[in-house]
């Protein structure tokens, strides 16, 4: 029987408390935090959506079940995202 690594998407979300003059202002300086790394990630999970938003690839023989970066091809398994060879260019 073959092997496939399915990835399920999800959404998350978290609360980041900013100081600012209206909402827009908020949202952009939430982002700023977000972009900048400076918010300490705490998700809490909302959803998962539908089955046609998820991917599924074939594995090849042999290959363990941690994913691998689609852009290097780097295993990503017990790594952050900052640990990859190419995280600065994808950015």
Request: charged fraction near 45%.
């Amino acid at each position: 029987m073959k092997k496939f690594m399915v990835t399920v998407k999800e959404v998350y979300t978290r609360e980041i408390e900013v100081e600012a003059e209206s909402k827009e202002e908020a949202i952009e300086k939430a982002n700023d935090v977000i972009e900048e790394g400076e918010d300490e990630i705490n998700l809490e999970y909302s959803h998962t959506l539908d089955t046609d938003e998820w991917t599924a690839e074939e594995m090849e023989e042999g290959e363990d079940v941690c994913s691998k970066c689609r852009k290097c091809g780097e295993n990503t398994c017990g790594n952050d995202s900052e640990t990859y060879s190419c995280f600065e260019e994808s950015e």
